[in-house]
């Protein structure tokens, strides 16, 4: 059974950093594309960063220079480093995997991590 489990949110001042983590675990054979996504209060879910097997990266432009993604692929783990934070960033941040586990590529979600950004 293949799990992602996140890591790193809470509560944190406008100005201060968090950093995220997520954690591909179960039989999976290969891992792709791999990203962040966030969900605030009455919001749809929105990109916020990818990084693909390559290490190539997009980003949000409301996120570009303050966030940065990386991975460390013999851990089959994600980051998301967020500096300056501010309101407009608190979310339940989701890690999401394109992983190959026997005969295809699909899509796995992990179960979310809240960050809250307030004074």
């Known amino acids: 059974q293949v799990q992602l489990v996140e890591s790193g949110g809470g509560l944190v001042q406008p100005g201060g950093s968090l950093r995220l983590s997520c954690a591909a675990s179960?039989?999976?054979?290969?891992?792709?594309?791999m990203g962040w996504y966030r969900q605030a209060p009455g919001k749809e879910r929105e990109l916020v960063a990818t990084?693909?097997?390559?290490?190539?990266?997009n980003y949000a432009d409301s996120v570009k220079g303050r966030f940065t993604i990386s991975r460390d692929n013999a851990k089959n783990t994600v980051y998301l480093q967020m500096n300056s934070l501010n309101s407009e960033d608190t979310a339940v941040y989701y890690c999401?995997?394109?992983?190959?586990?026997?005969?295809?590529?699909?899509?796995?979600w992990g179960q979310g991590t809240q960050v809250t950004v307030s004074a």
């Open positions: 179960g039989s999976i054979f290969n891992i792709g594309t």
């Open positions: 990084i693909t097997s390559g290490a190539m990266t």
């Open positions: 999401k995997a394109n992983l190959w586990l026997r005969s295809r590529w699909d899509d796995y």
